[in-house]
């Protein structure tokens, strides 16, 4: 049981966050498939990314971890070998749908296993384009969930032109990895942009990718080419807390630094500053391919916006850190399209209903794809149930803050993306 303490005071000072969770495992599945030494820093060493390292070395990567550095050799892009065991992603949706479609094309076999959590959620979003383009993958109810088994591929894969019915960086990014190995260029098509850090890196790994509206384009390589560093940006996702909780609190003037600023995941600083954050973007350079600032926050008071649409996948993990930032904001927020909550770590649309209504009693209300948030409810002490999931532990711990405390019946989950973010908070 975890308890947090009412904050009495604003926020001040600066703040460092962790590493990008979605840069730190591509930097270590591309820099696997280099012949050259790849030096990576800022590396986010949390419990997801750390399932990563273990598969790419299961795979015959050599990696060696000295905090947030990674020094990665790969074998070449021919140079993965069978892994002699079954391959735990963990918690980690990335680790797993990525690594699929990296592992689809290749002439041995593997089998994936992951957590409670992992095992429950959607792979044949995955599994069915890939089986478009000839792999041949088998999975536990009726090729749904893991455990799933990529049997070794008989010929190379097809070049395969797949509209997806989601926008989900996982898999397109999936379906671009395999494309690398396939007899013919590969193309997919986003229904709205999702992050495209896979995009950026494989271009900065040479590879050829072209883009055309939400269509993306991946020649079949010879070989990548690796960088000698990589230096991952902090993560918006976990500088969200902070945006939030800073905004809402009374006399918080904060500078977050070094957090990557990619257009494709900006989306929560568009809608706070909607709602009439005041959010200023300091420093604003380019690193490693990816945009990155300094974030200054400053005390605000909020007003309920509605959104939805082609913002979602730009802001789709920071949903419930908005949903707090809504619940004291003035008026109604209404959030659409936002179903794929039901399937991330837990329901989360479930869970905000379930268990940030024990702070701010009929605040919150779910439809089957949205999220209506009545803003400026009373709010009390709570005990909350974190789902294990460590967005959800995150912002229910900073609700809990700008309230009146919060107990929480688990904060180890937090490792998964912020390790250590109760750090931060005290
Ligand atoms: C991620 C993509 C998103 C996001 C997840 C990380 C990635 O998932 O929710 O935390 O690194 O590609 P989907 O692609 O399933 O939307």
Not at 18 to 47: C, Q, W, Y
Not at 73 to 91: F, M
Not at 104 to 125: E, I, N, V, Y
Request: glycine share 8%.
């Amino acid at each position: 049981m975890k308890k947090i303490l009412p904050l009495k005071h604003g926020l001040r000072g600066t703040l460092e966050i962790p590493g990008d969770k979605s840069v730190s495992h591509r930097s270590i599945m591309l820099s696997s498939l280099g012949t050259t030494p790849v030096e990576v820093t800022n590396f986010l060493a949390g419990a997801d990314c750390l399932s990563t390292v273990a598969c790419m070395k299961a795979l015959g990567a050599t990696i060696e971890r000295a905090g947030d550095t990674v020094s990665v050799t790969g074998n070449g892009l021919r140079g993965l070998r069978e892994p002699d065991n079954v391959l735990d992603a963990g918690n980690s949706g990335t680790t797993l749908r990525l690594l699929m479609g990296l592992l689809a094309p290749q002439k041995f076999l593997t089998t994936f296993t992951g957590d409670d959590s992992l095992r429950q959620r959607p792979m044949a979003r995955v599994i069915k384009p890939l089986t478009e383009a000839g792999a041949t993958i088998v999975g536990r109810n009726a090729n749904r969930n893991l455990p799933i088994t990529i049997l070794p591929a008989a010929s190379k894969l097809r070049g395969i032109t797949y509209r997806m019915p989601v926008a989900s960086a996982q898999v397109k990014s999936a379906i671009l990895l395999a494309g690398l190995y396939a007899d013919a260029p590969t193309t997919v098509i986003e229904p709205a942009p999702s992050r495209d850090h896979t995009e950026k890196m494989l271009a900065a790994f040479g590879a050829r990718l072209e883009r055309s509206g939400n269509a993306i384009t991946i020649f079949p390589a010879e070989k990548l080419t690796a960088p000698e560093k990589i230096s991952v940006p902090g993560d918006i996702s976990s500088a969200a807390y902070w945006l939030v909780l800073a905004t809402i609190l009374d006399g918080s003037d904060v500078t977050i630094r070094n957090v990557g600023v990619n257009e494709t995941r900006t989306g929560i600083l568009d809608v706070l500053k909607s709602m009439g954050a005041t959010i200023e973007l300091l420093n604003e350079r380019t690193s490693g391919g990816e945009r990155a600032a300094d974030l200054r926050v400053v005390s605000s008071n909020l007003r309920g916006v509605e959104f939805g649409g082609a913002i979602i996948p730009r802001l789709i993990d920071e949903i419930p850190a908005l949903a707090v930032a809504a619940a004291f904001a003035e008026g109604t927020t209404i959030i659409r399209d936002v179903a794929e909550l039901r399937v991330k770590e837990t329901d989360r649309l479930a869970a905000i209903v379930d268990e940030f209504n024990k702070i701010s009693p009929a605040t919150f209300e779910a439809t089957d794809d949205s999220l209506i948030i009545h803003g400026g409810r009373e709010k009390f002490f709570a005990e909350c149930k974190t789902r294990a999931d460590h967005r959800m532990a995150m912002s229910l711990a900073i609700f809990g803050a700008a309230a009146q405390g919060v107990a929480l019946d688990d904060d180890a989950c937090v490792k998964i993306s912020y390790p250590n973010f109760f750090d931060g908070l005290a």
